[in-house]
C-alpha cells in the first residue's frame, strides 16, 4: 500500500520548535520529499530524504528512517510566515507517481 | 529561467462546458505532471508525460479527463462536460528526469464549475 499519514493540524509559538510527523508503509516508498504549501500557493519544495538520518537546511531539517517508514520535518526559530501546510511525499522506487500525504497545516502563533 | 507557469489561474465555466488548463514547464524538463488539489487536501497524481509521451494517466478520474504535450514541452489538460465535482485547483509540475526527481510546481488553476 501506499498510505502516507500526517497529523492534520498544528499549533505553535512563534520562536519555537516544531516537529511534524510522517508515517507511511515501508513497501511503498524509497525515501521521502517534504514541501510547504502556503494558502492559495503552489507546493515549494523544502528537503529530500532517501537516506536514513537527518538532514539540515538552515532552520529546517527533515529525518528518515527507511525501515520504520517514519520521517518529520523540524522547524527550528518558529516565524510567522511558517504558517503554511506541510507535505510529506513518498517517493517509490524506480519510475512511479509520487504520492502526497494530505498535509499539516501549522499554525505559528505570537 | 522562468518557472512552471499555468494559464488561465482561475477559470469559471458552466456545467457542461469543455475547458483547457494550460502548462509552460520549466525549459529543458523532461517530465511533466498534472495534479488535482481538492480544499484542504494534498495534490492528487492525475497523469505524467516523459517528453511527449503519456506514460501514466491512471489518475484521471474519467474519460472526459485527457491530457497531451504533443512536442514534449506545453502541456494541455483538457476536461469535457465539466461537472461540478470537477471544481478544484490543477497544479502542474515539472522536473529535470525522473519523476523520483524534485518536482517544481507552477501556481495552478483554480476551476470552478458552476
Known amino acids: 500500500g501506499q498510505n502516507i499519514d500526517q497529523p492534520t493540524e498544528m499549533t505553535a509559538t512563534e520562536g519555537a520548535i516544531v516537529q511534524i510527523n510522517c508515517t507511511y508503509q515501508t513497501s511503498g516508498f524509497n525515501g521521502l520529499f517534504w514541501y510547504q504549501q502556503h494558502a492559495g500557493e503552489a507546493p515549494t519544495f523544502l528537503s529530500y530524504?532517501?537516506?536514513?538520518g537527518l538532514e539540515e537546511k538552515g532552520r529546517f531539517s527533515s529525518f528518515l528512517s527507511r525501515s520504520k517508514g517514519y520521517s518529520y520535518l523540524l522547524l527550528k526559530e518558529l516565524q510567522m510566515k511558517d504558517s503554511a501546510s506541510y507535505l510529506c511525499?513518498?517517493?517509490?522506487?524506480?519510475?512511479?507517481?509520487?504520492?502526497f500525504g494530505t498535509g499539516t497545516k501549522l499554525q505559528v502563533i505570537p | 529561467g522562468a518557472g512552471v507557469s499555468q494559464s488561465p489561474r482561475y477559470k469559471v465555466a458552466k456545467r457542461g462546458q469543455d475547458v483547457a488548463l494550460r502548462c509552460d514547464p520549466i525549459?529543458?524538463?523532461?517530465?511533466l505532471f498534472w495534479y488535482q488539489q481538492a480544499l484542504g487536501q494534498g495534490p492528487e497524481f492525475l497523469t505524467y508525460?516523459?517528453?511527449?509521451?503519456?506514460?501514466?494517466k491512471s489518475g484521471l478520474p474519467s474519460d472526459r479527463f485527457f491530457a497531451e504535450r504533443p512536442e514534449g514541452s506545453v502541456s494541455t489538460l483538457k476536461i469535457q462536460r465539466t461537472q461540478q465535482e470537477d471544481s478544484a485547483v490543477y497544479l502542474c509540475?515539472?522536473?529535470?528526469?525522473?519523476?523520483?526527481?524534485?518536482?517544481?510546481f507552477g501556481p495552478g488553476t483554480r476551476l470552478t464549475v458552476l
Open positions: 508525460f516523459q517528453n511527449e509521451a503519456q506514460l501514466d
Open positions: 530524504n532517501v537516506l536514513d
Open positions: 525549459s529543458g524538463h523532461v517530465s
Open positions: 511525499v513518498g517517493i517509490p522506487g524506480g519510475y512511479q507517481k509520487v504520492t
Open positions: 509540475a515539472s522536473s529535470l528526469v525522473a519523476a523520483g526527481h524534485t518536482q517544481y
